[in-house]
Structure formats: C-alpha cells, structure tokens
C-alpha cells in the first residue's frame, strides 16, 4: 500500500471530519482499512522486512573456541 496515498486518505477523512484535534490515529487507521479494503493489502499490521529475509541469507553465529593463550 502506497504511504502517500494514505496520507491523503487520512488528510481527507480529518477535513471531512471537520479537522479535530488529536484524531490522527483514528484517520490514519480509517484510511488504511478503507484503502485495504479497496486492494485487499495489509498495511495496519505489516511484516518487518527483516522477516522478508531468505533464510539462507542468514549466517549462523561463529561458537568462540578456546585458545592457549601465547606467552
């Protein structure tokens, strides 16, 4: 879902709305869900783009082994 697309939702809906004080959230909730609805994408709860990551992207962490210390 495209954020400016929602920001000019949300800038409707708060006109239209008589431009409140404090109502941002709501508007901005609003405008997602109506835009959602609109192209059946998710953006009131998206995926962080680290869970995007391949997981053979992913390097395992390297175990420490022990050492002599030199003298």
Do not use: K
């Not at 006109?15 to 192209?39: F, K, L, T, V």
């Amino acid at each position: 879902m495209d954020y400016e697309r929602v920001s000019n939702r949300a800038y409707a809906l708060w006109e239209n709305a008589g431009q409140p004080d404090g109502a941002h959230d709501e508007h901005w909730q609003q405008a997602c869900r109506e835009i959602e609805a609109e192209d059946g994408a998710t953006m009131l709860d998206p995926t962080p783009a680290a869970d995007l990551m391949p997981v053979a992207a992913v390097r395992p962490l390297r175990r420490a082994s022990p050492r002599t210390p030199t003298l």
